[in-house]
């Protein structure tokens, strides 16, 4: 079963630092790029950074550009995102998902999101 | 960056209505369309990508048109299952970008 399981969200202060971790399980992960994509509380949808399959190509949503970095582990089919220098308006529900659009955003398969709390 | 807008941002109906959700990009994206159903609490789902292209084990009720800047999503005979949020994502460039969601509620 394809699944996308998210880790590591949790409340931190601003200023601090946060790792997610997402883990594949049931395709092929090295096939595919992935994104995170993060959800404010009562709010939209919000894309946030990709990788490549490789991990040789990454782009980042301006809001988040040297601060967070994105990275993967094919061997252990996880993709993870840290979090530097966070601020409150970084307070959301992170979602990894799988991208078959190679980079384009066609995001086929989601996880069930890990959130994360920004606050003092 | 490329905005993308919907209309309208909520709406009721009841089951078996023909519900119809537009986006528009602010520029031509082609073909580069895709929506998603978000309920409560859960992850968005890809309903149609590619603009009118039905995703797997997604039920027939549910289409999408157009191309360029301005796009449709029509539920045919609204389901039970069908309440929640739907967002349209264009795909044509990075970042792609969301429209704000169109929330679709019980009449």
């Known amino acids: 079963q394809v699944q996308l399981v998210e880790s590591g969200g949790g409340l931190v202060k601003p200023g601090g630092s946060l790792r997610l971790s997402c883990a594949a399980s049931?395709?092929?992960?090295?096939?595919?790029?992935m994104s995170w994509i993060r959800q404010a509380p009562g709010k939209g949808l919000e894309w946030v950074s990709y990788?490549?399959?490789?991990?040789?190509?990454?782009y980042y949503a301006d809001s988040v550009k040297g601060r967070f970095t994105i990275s993967r582990d094919n061997a252990k089919n996880s993709l993870y995102l840290q979090m530097n220098s966070l601020r409150a308006e970084d307070t959301a529900v992170y979602y990894c998902a799988r991208d078959r659009g190679r980079g384009g955003g066609l995001l086929d398969i989601w996880g069930q999101g890990t959130m994360v709390t920004v606050s003092s | 960056d490329i905005q993308m807008t919907q209309s309208p941002s909520s709406l009721s109906a009841s089951v078996g209505d023909r519900v119809t959700i537009t986006c528009r990009a602010s520029q031509s994206i082609s073909s580069y369309l895709n929506w998603y159903q978000q309920k409560p609490g859960k992850a968005p789902k890809l309903l149609i990508y590619?603009?009118?292209s039905l995703q797997s084990g997604v039920p027939s009720r549910f289409s999408g048109s157009g191309s360029g800047t301005d796009f449709t999503l029509t539920i045919s005979s609204l389901q039970p299952e069908d309440f929640a949020t739907y967002y349209c994502q264009q795909s044509y460039s990075t970042p792609c970008t969301f429209g704000p969601g169109t929330k679709v509620d019980i009449k």
């Open positions: 049931g395709f092929t992960f090295s096939d595919y790029y």
């Open positions: 590619a603009a009118s």
């Open positions: 990788i490549s399959s490789s991990g040789s190509t990454i």
